[in-house]
């Protein structure tokens, strides 16, 4: 069966810091991986996602980034963490096509 | 811009009845709808998956239905129980299979018991 890891679980950074979050996939290969933001009070967003090493895609222009090193490891990152990237960080992984995406526990980030 | 709206942002009812959670969304040409549900501080646990091609999907007490042509979507849930309070996401697929999803902001379902 396939399983879906994000860490940290929680995480609590000063403005101005940087950022590395990371999903990874076990029992697939190939998947489509995606990362989303919910921000309070806000549906999710997605922010990237990627259907293959080294190709990532932007939805939203922001001072976040994302790399997918390996085939099942996604990783968000920032340089210098705003107070508006404070929210609930989530991995999602889909096979190719047009099927059920299936999501991480999240990571909750709050920028102080 | 394609938008997914839901209605309504929140219920509460008492244990026991049948209800309706209605999702609607500006252009017909989606790939899938998809109906999630999410506990508090939690993930999303993928409940439906109805592909554009069909009407509706079933699973246990769960039904969601698909008219692409109104742009709508609704989730029956029959025979409520208090494990069933969470909130409840309607997201669609509108730019093909690898595409991300877009998302309502969900209705906040309280089963009363």
């Known amino acids: 069966s396939q399983t879906i890891h994000q860490w940290p679980a929680t995480l609590v950074q000063p403005v101005g810091s940087p950022l590395s979050l990371e999903c990874t996939v076990e029992?697939?290969?190939?998947?489509?991986l995606y990362w989303y933001r919910q921000a309070a009070g806000r549906g999710l967003q997605l922010l990237f996602y990627?259907?293959?090493?080294?190709?990532i895609s932007s939805e939203v222009p922001q001072n976040l980034s994302a790399s997918r090193p390996q085939d099942r490891q996604f990783i968000l990152s920032s340089k210098k963490l705003l107070l508006s990237d404070s929210g609930f960080y989530l991995c999602?992984?889909?096979?190719?096509?047009?099927?059920?995406?299936?999501f991480g526990p999240g990571t909750r980030l709050l920028v102080l | 811009k394609q938008e997914v709206t839901q209605i309504p942002a929140a219920l509460s009812v008492p244990e026991g009845e049948n209800l309706v959670l209605n999702c609607s969304f500006t252009?017909?040409?989606?790939?899938?709808l998809q109906w999630f549900r999410q506990d508090p501080g939690k993930g999303l646990t993928s409940l439906l998956l109805?592909?554009?091609?069909?009407r509706e999907q079933t699973s246990g007490r769960l039904n969601a239905s698909l008219d692409k042509s109104s742009g709508r979507s609704t989730l029956y849930i029959a025979a409520s129980q208090p494990g069933d309070s969470a909130t409840y996401l309607c997201?669609?697929?509108f730019g093909g299979g690898a595409d991300g999803l877009t998302f309502g902001k969900g209705t906040h379902l309280i089963i009363q018991p």
């Open positions: 109805i592909q554009s091609s069909q």
């Open positions: 990627s259907v293959g090493i080294g190709q």
């Open positions: 999602a992984w889909t096979r190719q096509g047009r099927e059920t995406q299936y």
């Open positions: 252009d017909s040409a989606i790939y899938n």
């Open positions: 029992g697939t290969s190939n998947p489509n």
């Open positions: 997201a669609v697929s």
